[in-house]
């Protein structure tokens, strides 16, 4: 405990002088000082704030995935005074790093504080498809990610949701009676893939990589 409060108290001590410090590059320094002593003590909501306010958004999105608290990082990115797009694009990369380690429950909690901050086509499906993925249901999920097709062309965060998600739809058994539903983004560079095709292969036209269908 008294390591803890020394950990802190040099987090309190480079916040006062980044809030003291006039010099733009200093300041953020010393925030992102304060932003590792504070995660070191466990505060991940100071944490993630201060490295926000040093422009570390990197290390943000750790403090925030390291709480499991979607609010640690919606609360931060309120008081740093981020856009409402900004906010929902960087929840949703919280949700999407958890998706992929597969912690369903905390990427369902970023993903549900994204839509919160903002009901979107992207925050809905992404809910939506880490439902599927907790009920195992690859129908569910693959009719989801041909929902968000189109909107991958122009969104890249899109595009990364929609190959992560199929990434974890071919390792899913098929439902009962359902016939698997063809991928919608190529599983190599990500890129959405042609609607129509002939014989049991898609060919993705921006990289050419072979996709089966069996």
Not at 6 to 26: F, G, I, L, M, W
Not at 191 to 205: F, N, S, T
Request: hydrophobic fraction near 35%.
């Amino acid at each position: 405990m008294a390591k803890e409060g020394h950990v802190r108290e040099a987090a309190e001590a480079y916040c006062e002088k980044a809030s003291q410090e006039n010099d733009p590059h200093k300041r953020r320094r010393f925030l992102n000082f304060a932003g590792r002593y504070y995660e070191a003590a466990g505060d991940f909501s100071q944490s993630a704030k201060c490295f926000l306010e040093s422009g570390d958004v990197e290390r943000a999105l750790g403090s925030a995935v390291k709480s499991g608290d979607p609010k640690t990082l919606s609360t931060a990115l309120t008081e740093t005074e981020h856009k409402e797009e900004e906010t929902v694009k960087l929840l949703l990369k919280c949700s999407l790093g958890l998706i992929e380690k597969k912690d369903f429950i905390k990427a369902r909690a970023f993903a549900k504080e994204a839509s919160g901050v903002k009901r979107s086509p992207l925050t809905e499906a992404t809910v939506n498809i880490v439902d599927g993925l907790m009920e195992n249901k690859a129908d569910k999920v693959a009719s989801i990610v041909k929902a968000i097709g189109p909107l991958s062309v122009n969104d890249p965060l899109a595009r990364e949701i929609g190959f992560v998600a199929n990434m974890l739809l071919s390792k899913m058994p098929k439902s009962d009676g359902a016939a698997k539903e063809p991928p919608t983004l190529c599983p190599e560079c990500g890129a959405p893939l042609p609607q129509k095709w002939k014989g049991k292969m898609i060919v993705c036209e921006y990289c050419g990589y072979p996709v089966r269908l069996d």
